[in-house]
C-alpha cells in the first residue's frame, strides 16, 4: 500500500517535471494537429494556428479579415498527463508488459483528447469571448454548446478519460 | 445472472485475438455497463450543478461554508485571515474559492464511478458518503496548503494549484474507488455469479 502511494509521489513529481519541460514542444504539435480540425469550421478557414510561451494562438492570414486574434493557455488542457503516469505507476506491476502497454495506450488517447481540447477551446473562445463578433457568428444554442463542452473538459472531463483508461487497464490486469 | 464471467470483447477496442496486448483491452459486459452508466451519470451530474438554482442554493453556501473552515484551520495554523464569501484574506495574500476549486467537480467523478458501479445500494450509499467526506477533508488540506505556499513562494502557487494538487484530488477520488470497489463491492459481483 505504502509503496504504491510512494511510487505515486515520485511518478507525480517526475511527470509534472516532464510535462512542465515538454509541453512548448508539444504545445507544437497539438497546434498542428488541432490546425486542419479547426479549419473544418468555415470561419476559421483562411487562419493559422500556431503555439508559442506556452499559448496556443489563432490568427487570421488576411489582415483585412474581421476575425479577432485568440490565445489559449495550452498547460491547462494537458496536465492530465500527471494524473495518467501518477496512477499507472501506482499499480501492482508498473513495469509489466500489460501495464506498459495500458499506460502507451491510454497516452495515445489521451494525446487525441488534447486535440480535440485545442478545438473545444478555440471554438469556445470565439463563441463566447469576442463580444459583438461572437454573437455575429455563433447562434444562442452554438455558444451555449461550446462553453459547457469546454468546461466539461476542463473540470471533470479531462480526468474522467484519464479515470476510464486506469480503470480499464487496472480491470484488465486484475481479470488476467 | 452470472453474466459477468462470460467474455465479451469490445468490439470497439479488440477485433479476434490476435495477441495478448489487443486482448488484454477486452471489456465483458458488465464493464461496459459500468461505463456507459458512468459517462451518462458524469454528464448529467455534471449539468446539474452548473443549473441556477443548484448553484444558488446549494454550491455557492457549500463554497462559502468550505471558505470558512479553511479560515478557521488557516488561524489555527497561525495565518491570521479572514474569510469574505468566497475570498480568504491574509496579510499579504489572498485566494478566492471559485467553481472547480471547491473540490465539487472530484466529487462528482467519485459519485458517478461509485452509482455506476454494480453493488448494493447500501454499499453505495456507504461509499458515496465515506467517500466525498475523506474528499472534502483532502480540499480542505488543499486550500489551507495552497494558500500558505502562495504566500511564502508565490511563483510555484500556479504549478500547486494546477498541475499538483488538481492531479491528487482525482487521484484520491480513483483511489476511494478503486479501494471501494475492490474490497465492498467486488464482494456483491462475486456472490452473484
Known sequence: ?176 | MGEATIYHPCLILAKGERSDTIRSVRLDRRQLRFLIRFAVLLTVLFLVIFLEPVDRNVIAPFTRGLTRVSAVLLNVLGEEVTAHGTLIQGRGFAVDIKGGCNGVEAMLLLCAAIAAFDAPWRARLMGLLAGSAALMAFNLVRIVSLYMIGERWRRLFDTFHLAVWQTIMFAVAASIFAFWSGRFASKHVAARS
Open chain 1, 1 to 176: 500500500m505504502w509503496l504504491r502511494v510512494l511510487r505515486f509521489i515520485a511518478a507525480l513529481i517526475a511527470a509534472a517535471i516532464v510535462w512542465y519541460n515538454l509541453t512548448p514542444f508539444y504545445d507544437r504539435f497539438l497546434a498542428a494537429a488541432a490546425s486542419p480540425l479547426i479549419r473544418i469550421d468555415r470561419r476559421f478557414r483562411d487562419t493559422r494556428v500556431f503555439a508559442a510561451d506556452r499559448i496556443i494562438s489563432v490568427r487570421a492570414k488576411e489582415k483585412r479579415s474581421d476575425l479577432p486574434p485568440a490565445d489559449i493557455p495550452a498547460d491547462q488542457l494537458t496536465y492530465n498527463v500527471i494524473l495518467l503516469a501518477a496512477l499507472f505507476a501506482s499499480n501492482r506491476k508498473p513495469v509489466s508488459d500489460r501495464n506498459v502497454v495500458a499506460f502507451l495506450t491510454s497516452t495515445a488517447i489521451v494525446v487525441v483528447l488534447h486535440v480535440v481540447a485545442v478545438l473545444l477551446s478555440v471554438e469556445s473562445t470565439y463563441a463566447v469571448r469576442m463580444n459583438e463578433w461572437s454573437s455575429a457568428h455563433y447562434g444562442t444554442v452554438a455558444r451555449y454548446f461550446w462553453l459547457y463542452a469546454e468546461i466539461f473538459y476542463r473540470l471533470v472531463g479531462m480526468f474522467a478519460v484519464v479515470f476510464v483508461c486506469w480503470w480499464m487497464g487496472s480491470a484488465t490486469m486484475k481479470r488476467t
